[in-house]
Every structure is written in structure tokens, then in C-alpha cells.
């Protein structure tokens, strides 16, 4: 766990912290499969903190309906000045003194077809990035299909808890809040490896709320679920083992065992069968926000970009 001299580390620093934790690692397990990508490009000791995002698209294939689809995602990482007591945004970060709160940002799109139709799905992840070991601050999903749309949002309160709102077109899914306290959303595992992903050696026992799209897939009520989580460390690639005790769920998540640690693939298991499974195929930093008249098109091709039409 982050000790309190960690909580105001420089982008520098946390390399160099990385890079140290990561030395010795190549005299321990040796069975991770290297498959990293050989086009990834060389990160900066300033890879947060250049005024651009991460954008990285995956192949995936998703199981819907009892059948694998060819699917694509496109995770884009970028950090932004966050309000800790609104979780929204800051307009005017100068002027929001304490409220403040640097975060890595996750927004994670899905699409795949289903037959004649189509499916999009997208997370959003708010991790602060000032102390190494905070929970999100916030989490929301949309799923968006012929049939209807899907919406909910995990807010962080008070004596470690989360606010979730669900709004559905399913009855017994239904329109609800609750308010649950996990140790950890699965969800948030993604920004959580990009920040530290040492915290998650020795968690043999956690209470950690699944993935909001299982539970949308499998239609069951919303609730952690006690699980362990373990990684083992390769020299060039790493790999975070998720299993959960009181359900058939697995994940398996690669990623980059130096820093900036980026997601190299995912597998996830559930009652046996393999539902989703991605590799990492293009990754590359872009201000894509000032990158939106019709000339910057083009630059989609460069992504191969082919569900994102």
C-alpha cells in the first residue's frame, strides 16, 4: 500500500519508483508469454503529462447470445483536473483550490454486431492520481443496442462506500440506487494497473464488484463478490489474474510489467466458456480533440478503425 510520502509524486518520480520495482522481476516467473507488440512505441518520463491522450484499439471477440463476435474497442487514457466533491470536470481547475483532484481517465468503447444489429458499449473510469492506492472517485456504463439503452454510475461517498444508479429498459433490472461498498470495482482495474500495479501482488482475499457489463450480460442483481487477485511478472509483459470464489468468473489481464505499464490484452471466463478476449493491435498518443474537422478523417485509417463508422 502507498506510504504518505507518495501522495504528491512527480510523473518523474513514479517512473523511476516503477522502474525500480520492476528491476528485480526478472529473476522471478518466467512463464509469461511475451506477445507484446513489437510496434509499441518508447515512453516518456513525462507519458501523462504531455498534453495528449493514449489511444489504444483492440480485435476483441465477445460472446453474446451463446456466440463469439469479431468486436473492436478503443481505450482512450488521458489525465484531467477533476472535482473530488462534484466528480465531474473542472471548467476552471485554477479557481477550484482543494477540490482539485488530478485523475487518470479511462473511456473504454466497445462495438460489435449482433446479426442485423449492432451493440455499443462504453466505461468511464475517474482514478485519482495523487496517492497510489485511491479507489475511483467515479464510474459510469452505457450499452446501447435496437432493443434500448442501459445506463448507470458508481459515485464514491463517505465511509468507503458507492452510490450506484441503474436505469434500464428491463424491469427486473429496473430503474434503481443502492449503495454498496466493495473494496474494489473490476472496472477500475484498468487505470488502477496504469498507476500501480503493485498493490495487487499479495490480494489473496478482496471483496471486488465484477465488471458492470457481466452483470448486464447475465441480468443478475448487483454485488461484490469475494475474489484474489495475483500477478505474475515476466520480463517484458505481465499478467494480473482475477478469480472469484463464489463465481465462475476469471480475467486475465497483459500488460507491459515497465512503466507506463499499457494493456497489452484481456481474457475473461465465465461459467467455463471464454467471453471476451482482445489483443492489443494500435497504440498511439493525440491530442484528438483538436483534431476534429473533416481533414482529420484520414488519421482514423492509421488506427484501422473498422466498427468506429
Not at 195 to 220: A, D, V
Not at 281 to 290: E, F, G, P, V
Amino acid at each position: 500500500m502507498a506510504q504518505p510520502f507518495l501522495l504528491h509524486l512527480s510523473a518523474a518520480a513514479i517512473a523511476l519508483l516503477a522502474g525500480s520495482a520492476c528491476s528485480n522481476r526478472a529473476n522471478q516467473s518466467a512463464s509469461v508469454a511475451d506477445n507484446t507488440p513489437a510496434a509499441l512505441p518508447a515512453a516518456t518520463p513525462r507519458y501523462w503529462h504531455q498534453g495528449k491522450a493514449e489511444i489504444s484499439v483492440f480485435d476483441v471477440e465477445q460472446r453474446r447470445y451463446g456466440q463469439m463476435r469479431r468486436a473492436q474497442q478503443v481505450n482512450v487514457l488521458v489525465t484531467e483536473d477533476f472535482s473530488a466533491q462534484k466528480q465531474v470536470k473542472l471548467d476552471t481547475p485554477e479557481a477550484a483550490g482543494l477540490d482539485r483532484t488530478p485523475v487518470l481517465k479511462i473511456n473504454a468503447l466497445r462495438r460489435f454486431l449482433t446479426g442485423m444489429y449492432d451493440y455499443s458499449i462504453m466505461m468511464s473510469v475517474f482514478s485519482p492520481i495523487d496517492t497510489l492506492d485511491h479507489r475511483a472517485l467515479k464510474a459510469s456504463w452505457s450499452i446501447q443496442d435496437w432493443c434500448g439503452q442501459v445506463f448507470a454510475q458508481a459515485n464514491q461517498q463517505a465511509d468507503n462506500a458507492y452510490r450506484f444508479r441503474q436505469f434500464s429498459y428491463f424491469e427486473r433490472e429496473g430503474d434503481t440506487d443502492q449503495t454498496l461498498r466493495p473494496d474494489l470495482l473490476e472496472d477500475e482495474l484498468w487505470t488502477a494497473l496504469r498507476l500501480h500495479p503493485g498493490r495487487f501482488e499479495n490480494r489473496e482475499k478482496i471483496n471486488l464488484l465484477p465488471s458492470l457489463l457481466f452483470f448486464r450480460f447475465q441480468h443478475l442483481p448487483l454485488q461484490a463478490h469475494e475474489a484474489s487477485l495475483r500477478i505474475e511478472n515476466g520480463e517484458k509483459e505481465s499478467v494480473l489474474r482475477v478469480q472469484y470464489r463464489s463465481l465462475p468468473r476469471q480475467l486475465r489481464i497483459r500488460f507491459e510489467t515497465a512503466w507506463p505499464h499499457r494493456i497489452l490484452g484481456w481474457e475473461e471466463t465465465d461459467n467455463g466458456q471464454i467471453t471476451t478476449r482482445a489483443t492489443l493491435r494500435r497504440i498511439r498518443m493525440s491530442d484528438y480533440w483538436n483534431q476534429n474537422d473533416n481533414a482529420s478523417e484520414a488519421l482514423r485509417d492509421s488506427l484501422q478503425l473498422q466498427f468506429f463508422r
